[in-house]
């Protein structure tokens, strides 16, 4: 099964950037279906963004799209969050999921549809 580890989080002033790493290990990574969510306090954990297995195929919430870039290197069994331009409502903390997929194109976007989680990582936006 596929271990996750997400970094890269911190405090940063709105307009801002910073990149999240998630290292997965113990598994097929480059077979996973790959996705980050993110929950503020008091509130669901909400998708961010999604790539599928292929790499090539992305997909992102509404709310990051422009600002965020979703990523993976499945040689160095790691996706990345690309986060500019950054806003206090981005804050959170953010968490990369993984799910084993038949489908090289294909990527999900319910937190239901994932097994694997990471720890999550912070991220604080200042205004």
């Known amino acids: 099964q596929v271990q996750l580890v997400e970094s890269g989080g911190g405090l940063v002033q709105a307009g801002g950037s910073l990149r999240l790493s998630c290292a997965a290990s113990g598994g097929s990574f480059s077979s996973y279906a790959m996705a980050w969510f993110r929950q503020a306090p008091g509130k669901e954990r909400d998708f961010v963004a999604a790539i599928a297995w292929g790499g090539f195929t992305t997909y992102y919430a509404d709310s990051v799209k422009g600002r965020f870039t979703i990523s993976r290197d499945n040689a160095k069994n790691t996706v990345y969050l690309q986060m500019n331009s950054l806003k206090p409502e981005d804050t959170g903390v953010y968490y990369c999921?993984?799910?084993?997929?038949?489908?090289?194109?294909?990527?999900?976007?319910?937190?239901?549809?994932?097994?694997?989680w990471g720890q999550g990582t912070q991220v604080t936006v200042s205004s």
């Open positions: 999921a993984g799910k084993w997929s038949y489908y090289s194109n294909t990527y999900y976007y319910r937190p239901s549809e994932y097994d694997r």
